[in-house]
């Protein structure tokens, strides 16, 4: 018995160890190889270098006339701020009506009910490129442009059943005695939404709307199909570079984008350990 417990317990940390492995080694060969002064065969290591950082930054650089850098910096900026411009709007919008479709579904029995909720998980599970062709014929048929107003229509449809699905998490492990007690000392509706529910429903409102905002910044397919001819968000620009070949710029901004993500999603921690 002593000896199968600990053969389950080894296979358990070993797949376990695995598992991490296959998910992050490949990120930090990419911060290293980030770092590599190699401008043509990436896998060769000749040496240390922050050039592709400050060429993706826009600086001026020395490596080697036969590096292969960005052809515009100001695309890349454009792109950038098209992406946080998109993922701002999104974010607030798909939060704002995620919150409110999860504590309706939460609070009212209504006809299809069920129904309603089945609905919101459709586009989550729905292929990308299957939405992104939809969206197309969608917007095409109706004469809407193709531009940022269509990718933030467009993101939001998927959007906010994230943000749903963790509004109601949380919405499942409240205490609903809390209200009826607020209600008992006289507390109109909107003081017990205000003074009671809000704040615990708070975590995951934030919780949501961080994990809109990333989804947004790193998505693809679906913006690549409504995004039009004038508009370049960043994973559109690194899509774009990768079709011409992999140059080492691609591991500096793809660093760029995981410290981001990680600087959101530390921050949404905290936020989460400074509400409890």
């Not at 992999?246 to 901004?253: H, S, T």
């Given at each position: 018995m002593k000896i199968a417990r600990f053969l389950f317990r080894g296979s358990l940390f070993a797949y376990t160890g695995l598992f991490f492995a296959f998910i992050y080694i490949p990120l930090v060969l990419i911060a290293v190889y980030s770092f590599n002064s190699n401008p043509v065969n990436m896998m060769t290591w000749t040496g240390f270098t922050t050039e592709w950082y400050a060429q993706v930054l826009g600086f001026k650089t020395t490596i080697s006339e036969n590096a292969l850098y960005i052809e515009s910096t100001d695309q890349l900026v454009q792109a950038v701020w098209n992406s946080l411009i998109i993922a701002g709007s999104t974010t607030v919008i798909a939060t704002v009506l995620g919150t409110a479709v999860a504590i309706a579904l939460y609070r009212f029995a209504f006809f299809g009910k069920r129904f309603y909720?089945?609905?919101m998980f459709m586009p989550m599970l729905m292929p990308d490129i299957v939405l992104g062709i939809a969206l197309l014929i969608f917007f095409v048929n109706s004469g809407i442009k193709l531009g940022l107003t269509t990718i933030i229509i467009g993101q939001c449809t998927f959007l906010i059943s994230?943000?749903?699905?963790?509004?109601?998490?949380?919405l499942a492990g409240m205490d609903r005695t809390l209200e009826n007690a607020s209600a008992d000392l006289g507390a109109n509706e909107w003081v017990t939404f205000r003074k009671v529910v809000f704040p615990q429903l708070l975590p995951g409102i934030v919780g949501g709307a961080l994990l809109a905002f990333i989804i947004s910044m790193d998505d693809l397919v679906i913006t690549y199909f409504i995004a039009g001819?004038?508009?370049?968000?960043?994973?559109?620009?690194?899509?774009?570079m990768l079709r011409r070949g992999?140059?080492?710029?691609?591991?500096?901004?793809a660093v760029m984008m995981l410290s981001f993500s990680f600087v959101v999603a530390s921050l949404g921690l905290y936020l989460r350990s400074r509400q409890k």
């Open positions: 909720r089945t609905v994230y943000v749903f699905i963790v509004v109601s998490a949380r001819v004038d508009v370049t968000t960043l994973p559109m620009f690194i899509f774009a992999i140059k080492p710029e691609i591991n500096a901004i």
